[in-house]
T-cell receptor, first 109, second 113 residues
Framework: RKEVEQDPGPFNVPEGATVAFNCTYS??????FFWYRQDCRKEPKLLMS???SGNEDGRFTAQLNRASQYISLLIRDSKLSDSATYLC??????????FGGGTRVLVKP | DGGITQSPKYLFRKEGQNVTLSCEQN?????MYWYRQDPGQGLRLIYY???????QKGDIAEGYSVSREKKESFPLTVTSAQKNPTAFYLC????????????FGPGTRLTVT
């Protein structure tokens, strides 16, 4: 089993709709969790950290479920500009991040 | 303007040649990282350094070498021993704290023929 797994997608989303996807991890000692956004042929950019209590940033909501070992990202009122690949990342120990393979989201008019 | 710079953006080399990719940061971050990304794949860690003059192998270090002589610089050499060097190479940095996120440079797309 991979250490971090994501559904590669693509998730085809009508503009204005809500989309949600998960990232599962196998290491129960994972301590910190992040969502990154990556546009085609660009570098990943930090979207948000994921806190134990869940957190929201505008239209984006991140949740952590330690019991089932996954994090989730929900995007409300999807915009065309939300089309990207979303990478989850987690840190178990030390300063190393392990990344998932990414979930591709395509928002269509 | 603080950030991470990588140069060049695109690099072409012939098989059998070593090539060095540049990564510089002016964020005063202690830790720096090199990742490789292949099409449709996630990021795989090549090497990382948490302090000047010290670095550790990541998950796919074979065929690569690094140095960390200055805090702001972490160059990566792709040697001729790397069997599949064509990839998108990303450099990142973070403060030394254990819960901090990483910030990425714009990447270098290396093509070896």
């Amino acid at each position: 089993r991979k250490e971090v797994e994501q559904d590669p997608g693509p998730f085809n989303v009508p503009e204005g709709a809500t989309v949600a996807f998960n990232c599962t991890y196998s290491n129960s000692a994972s301590q910190s969790f992040f969502w990154y956004r990556q546009d085609c042929r660009k570098e990943p950019k930090l979207l948000m950290s994921v806190y134990s209590s869940g957190n929201e940033d505008g239209r984006f909501t991140a949740q952590l479920n330690r019991a089932s070992q996954y994090i989730s990202l929900l995007i409300r009122d999807s915009k065309l500009s939300d089309s990207a690949t979303y990478l989850c990342a987690l840190r178990a120990a030390g300063n190393k991040l392990t990344f998932g393979g990414g979930t591709r989201v395509l928002v269509k008019p | 303007d603080g950030g991470i710079t990588q140069s060049p953006k695109y690099l072409f080399r012939k098989e059998g040649q070593n090539v060095t990719l540049s990564c510089e940061q002016n964020l005063n971050h202690d830790a720096m990282y090199w990742y490789r990304q292949d099409p449709g794949q996630g990021l795989r860690l090549i090497y990382y350094s948490q302090i000047v003059n010290d670095f550790q192998k990541g998950d796919i270090a074979e065929g690569y070498s690094v140095s960390r002589e200055k805090k702001e610089s972490f160059p990566l050499t792709v040697t001729s021993a790397q069997k599949n060097p064509t990839a998108f190479y990303l450099c990142a940095s973070s403060p030394a704290t254990s819960i901090s996120e990483q910030y990425f440079g714009p990447g270098t797309r290396l093509t070896v023929t």
